[in-house]
T-cell receptor, first 114, second 114 residues
């Protein structure tokens, strides 16, 4: 079974500072990888995903994540955060050969301070 | 507006009293899932459905039932709720299985079982 580890449960950061949210997964086979964001009192929204091809994927609001197969990681980064980025972020993995199960990490709460 | 709706949004009930949480999507999606969200555990998949009359267990199906009689609806049934089912529940849908297509989440149902 897949597992996903988000190493930090909370990440406090000042506005305009860079941030990295870490994600490691257990599978050694090919995977699909996702980052979802959950704003307060809302459902989850897809932020970005890696299915194949370029290992660096980007979102429309300045986040990026890099798939590193050798380290089984998919860390999320942003060079300069805004107050509006305050939310909980979830990393998730699925096995494309066993297509309908999605495994989430425990979540990282990003707290952007002015 | 394309959306996933859930009802009720909040529910307080007592142990053993059967309840149903409804989920409906208006996007003609084939794939639907139910998740529960608990602090520190992220989201865990309860059941999923690939299409009408096709359902399968996720990671934590015990104590839950689902049905998929129509493409748009995917209700979650708790026949005899217990306090350990107190959680935040999300329904989600996507065009097809495998998570290649974007998964859209409902707003969540907060369930408390006393």
């Amino acid at each position: 079974a897949q597992s996903v580890t988000q190493l930090d449960s909370q990440v406090p950061v000042f506005e305009e500072a860079p941030v990295e949210l870490r994600c490691n997964y257990s599978s050694s086979v090919s995977v699909y990888l996702f980052w979802y964001v959950q704003y307060p009192n809302q459902g989850l929204q897809l932020l970005l995903k890696y299915l194949s091809g370029s290992t660096l994927v980007e979102s429309i609001n300045g986040f990026e994540a890099e798939f590193n197969k050798s380290q089984t990681s998919f860390h999320l980064r942003k060079p300069s955060v805004h107050i509006s980025d305050t939310a909980e972020y979830f990393c998730a993995v699925s096995d494309p050969n066993a297509g309908n199960m999605l495994t989430f990490g425990g979540g990282t709460r990003l707290m952007v301070k002015p | 507006e394309a959306q996933v709706t859930q009802n009720p949004r909040y529910l307080i009930t007592v142990t053993g009293k059967k309840l149903t949480v409804t989920c409906s999507q208006n996007m003609n999606h084939e794939h639907m899932s139910w998740y529960r969200q608990d602090p520190g555990l992220g989201l865990r998949q309860i059941y999923y459905s690939m299409n009408v009359e096709v359902t399968d267990k996720g990671d934590v199906p015990e104590g839950y039932k689902v049905s998929r009689k129509e493409k748009r609806n995917f209700p979650l049934i708790l026949e005899s709720p217990s306090p350990n089912q107190t959680s935040l529940y999300f329904c989600a849908s996507s065009l097809s299985g495998g998570f290649v297509d974007t998964q859209y989440f409902g707003p969540g149902t907060r369930l408390t079982v006393l």
